[in-house]
Nanobody, 126 residues
Framework: QVQLVETGGGLVQVGGSLRLSCAASGHTFSSLAMGWFRQAPGKEREFVAA???????SYADSVRGRFTISRDNAKNTVYLQMNSLKPEDTAVYSC????????????????????WGQGTQVTVSS
């Protein structure tokens, strides 16, 4: 079992920044592929960013250049730095873990992740 706890959400103005954190426990963190997803009201959950266990990263086109995913294996934590936030970034953000993924590039689909956090709300006001 992998337990995931997200923190760092909140209310921010357009153009502002937030950093989300996701602390993991219950598994060797350094071997986990980790992802961030988001879900806005009335919409399906969508991929935001992911980082493989070797540190390779991938991003959704909508956030590339504005968001940065990183990991600190010593702290068992993955981060999502979000800059230049837009109203359309408003959503519940959840982190996820894929312990069975061994590929160099991290997975980008919901069904590839086995464990999920409870989510944290990000609201961008205009």
């Amino acid at each position: 079992q992998v337990q995931l706890v997200e923190t760092g959400g909140g209310l921010v103005q357009v153009g502002g920044s937030l950093r989300l954190s996701c602390a993991a426990s219950g598994h060797t963190f350094s071997s986990l592929a980790m992802g961030w997803f988001r879900q806005a009201p009335g919409k399906e959950r969508e991929f935001v960013a992911a980082i493989g266990y070797l540190g390779s990263t991938s991003y959704a086109d909508s956030v590339r250049g504005r968001f940065t995913i990183s990991r600190d294996n010593a702290k068992n934590t993955v981060y999502l730095q979000m800059n230049s936030l837009k109203p359309e970034d408003t959503a519940v953000y959840s982190c996820a873990a894929a312990p069975g993924h061994t590929g160099y590039y991290p997975p980008g689909f919901v069904q590839e992740y086995d464990y999920w956090g409870q989510g944290t709300q990000v609201t961008v006001s205009s």
